[in-house]
């Protein structure tokens, strides 16, 4: 296996397009050299690059005296724990979210289980015959219907 080159792509607005394409231009290389030189500095620097204007190049060696690129800042030991603290929390909840789920899961598969079986209904268990009751509730108790 040789070494063999691989194909990028990504898109860009129309504007930013059309200034690489001066940037190209001005440079009388290919729109593709521009992206390669691009890609070879950010590779050859371990993605610590900027990319200015030439007419800024200037103003950016002096600010980058005082300060790196990327910027760089210091985090304490405090909140690095708390945040990682909350990491497993959150960790630990997800995993009790799931395990809930299951056990709903398996709740629902069971009632469905029970649901299946034969349920008689108590207006099944009467007559179909609707004969009159001889008990009443309220009112006078009439001695016709015996």
Excluded: C, W
Aim: proline share 3%; net charge negative.
């Amino acid at each position: 296996m040789g070494n063999k080159n691989k194909t990028i792509s990504f898109r860009v607005s129309q504007e930013k397009f059309e200034t690489l394409r001066d940037i190209a231009e001005e440079r009388d290389i290919s729109l593709s050299a521009v992206f390669r030189d691009y890609v070879d500095m950010l590779v050859a620097h371990d993605g610590q690059i900027e990319v200015v204007p030439e007419h800024e190049i200037s103003e950016s060696t002096e600010t980058s005296s005082t300060e790196s690129f990327p910027p760089k800042v210091e985090v304490p030991k405090s909140f690095v724990r708390e945040h990682e603290r909350l990491e497993l929390e959150a960790e630990h909840l997800r995993e009790q979210l799931e395990e809930h789920k299951r056990y709903v899961t398996k709740l629902r598969q069971e009632l469905d289980e029970v649901d299946q079986e034969d349920v008689v209904q108590l207006e099944d268990l009467d007559g179909e015959e609707e004969e009159e009751s001889p008990y009443r509730i309220g009112g006078e108790f009439d001695d016709s219907t015996f």
